[in-house]
Structures are given as structure tokens and as C-alpha cells.
């Protein structure tokens, strides 16, 4: 009788965290403010090891990014896609995944410190774009 060893590979679990967030600011400004690439270029010591793509592009609907730190240690897949939802707002469903155990604390914390940040400039872009509008308003009242 033969014996067999079967050997089955199973991938470690995915990371995966979803926010949605709305702004009060359009789809297109939205896209080209996630596809700036400003900060590489003028801080490239931030970016050392790292490899960041975009693997998707749908204007003004959807990107995906895709990045990798040297040895492929950490990869990280960004989706985000954006919904217009009324006049001048958008709805942002961003989403990370990476192939990092969740128990892995250290790197979960420098993950969720990432999408914060994210979310932040967003919110950021938000403020900048209303009071933008709102200084506009001001001059043509004036």
C-alpha cells in the first residue's frame, strides 16, 4: 500500500479595512489629487524600498495601487472608488489589503496609521476646496 503526502499551501489571511467616506468636493478633483505624485518626488527618502503603482485606472471612478516593500515583505493593494452622490459631493470607498497577518501588531499599527492618513488629506482636500468656494464667493459679492 502506497503512502501519500499531500502537502496543501494556504495562503495567510488577508488585512483588509474599508471606510467609506463623503466630500463635499467633486469626483475629478478627488482622482487628481490620489494620483499627485508631488510628495514622491520632493521627499524621496520617505519612499526608500518601497515600489507604489497604480494597477487600475478608471477616471474619476475607481484606482487601485499597489504597493510593495523591497523582498515583498509587505504588500499593500489600495482600491479606491469613487460614487458621485449630488451636486458637488462624492462618496469614497477606500479599501486596504495586505498580506500581513491581523496579529501582527506592529505592522497592522503602521497599516491603520496609513489609512488614517489618508483619510485625513482627504478631509484635508475637503476644507481647502469649501474655502476655496467660499473665498470666491467673497470676491464676487465684493
Known amino acids: 500500500m ?3 503526502r499531500i ?11 474599508s471606510k467609506t467616506i463623503v466630500l463635499r468636493v467633486p469626483s475629478n478633483t ?3 489629487a490620489l494620483k499627485d505624485t508631488r510628495l514622491e ?8 524600498g518601497v515600489t507604489r503603482r497604480i494597477i487600475v485606472d478608471k ?7 499597489k504597493t510593495i516593500t523591497e523582498g515583498s515583505q509587505v504588500e499593500i493593494s489600495e482600491t479606491i472608488r469613487l460614487k458621485i452622490s449630488g451636486n458637488n459631493t462624492t462618496e469614497i470607498e477606500y479599501t486596504t489589503e495586505t498580506n500581513v497577518e491581523e496579529n501582527n501588531l506592529m505592522v497592522q499599527s503602521i497599516i491603520q496609521t496609513h489609512v488614517a492618513n489618508i483619510l485625513y488629506s482627504l478631509l484635508l482636500l475637503e476644507t481647502g ?7 470666491r ?3 464676487d459679492f465684493a
Open 137 to 139: 464667493k467673497k470676491t
Open 129 to 135: 476646496y469649501i474655502n476655496g468656494l467660499m473665498e
Open 59 to 65: 477616471t474619476n471612478k475607481e484606482l487601485i495601487f
Open 7 to 17: 502537502t496543501i499551501y494556504m495562503p495567510s489571511p488577508m488585512s483588509v479595512i
Open 41 to 48: 518626488k520632493l521627499f524621496p527618502e520617505f519612499f526608500i
Open 30 to 32: 478627488i482622482y487628481r
Open 2 to 4: 502506497k503512502k501519500y
